[in-house]
């Protein structure tokens, strides 16, 4: 018998452990439980789930029937995930995500938060943008914007379209750790720099003025896709990682690190027939498909999954992609809180740490050859 057995049988410590309760105290002993049930790892938190845009874009629509106008909140519908309804409007422990339709016409209002957020675009316009911080981010197809926390923002959509965006925002880990802040404005639209990524785009250059407090985080940043799409064009053919596919962040351009403080951004493509290997990490994930058909297979049962779907992905949960297609790529944004558990010394990676693992190739051995000795240019026949 072990000792935890022989104390849930001892009626005498019951009675105890009910009189230290009732004074405010917990033994110990009593939290042995939690801790036998972490050996090999954190229960995961909520399950897997995917929301479909066809429903997602219908309740958007009926939200704009319901509230007429959005001048005082923001048409967002946040993925909740069915394992953690108790725990509020989050779709993993620590991100909330979902999408936002702003209509023709509106505004919403400036604002700011402690939670970091980020805007994937995924019907935009170029008129339409957000102003972050006196920046003006336009919002086209695929572009990432960046709101880290404490930015002003607001959206603006002077279009004659509709626009729709996915958010992400780490809203479940600050509500955790007791540090949720929130200030309207006060006025509809911030003030805006006179022309555009004006100040990100000499800060982060790297010229930059001598007299000012070098800022390196809580950017204001625009990714555009067409910049994506082009760094992706660059792998030519390249698998990448044999669990994740060709997953690339979206680096701080001033630090190479995470694209927010807890929040990293990637692109991931999955080539044709990819048959990804089965892994876990300490970190959650949500997901949302650009393109293409696949699944995601998990402790919890397979997810088949469309563009335009989104997907939670929790912590330390066993996951597998594939794309069955044999023409098709599989283009994935994911949004992870990885950083959140780099910085705490807790990113764990079963059944091998991939992210960050693999050393930079060496120096090609044996020397390349001279271009010219290869007879690349003109006039080599002179050298
Ligand atoms: C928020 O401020 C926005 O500013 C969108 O567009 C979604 C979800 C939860 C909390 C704040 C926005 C949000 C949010």
New binding site residues.
Partial sequence: MTTTENHTSNARLEAFNEKLAGKNWSGQWEAEKYLMASIGGPQPAGVPHRWGWAETKEALDEATDVLGTVDTA?R?L?CVNPGLKDRG?ITTHNL?A?F?LVKSGEI?WS?R?S?G?L?FVTQGHPEAY?AVDGEKLVMEDFDLLL?PRFSW?D?HNPSDKDVYWL?A?D?GLLQKLGALF?EPYGEDSQKLRPSTSEWVGTRSHWLRPTWEEERTTRLPLRYAWSDVRERLALYGNEVGSPYDGLALRYANPVTGGPTMDTIDCWVQRLVPGFSGKTHRRTSSAVVYVIAGNGTLETDNGTITFQAGDVISLPNWTNFRWTNASASDEVLLFSVHDIPAYQRLGLLYEEPEAIIGATPAPANPTPPLKPLYAQGAFYGKDER
């Fill in positions: 923001r967002h946040t409007a909330a979902g936002q919403c604002h938060h939670p957020a805007r957000t709101t923002h959206h958010d925002l809203v929130y």
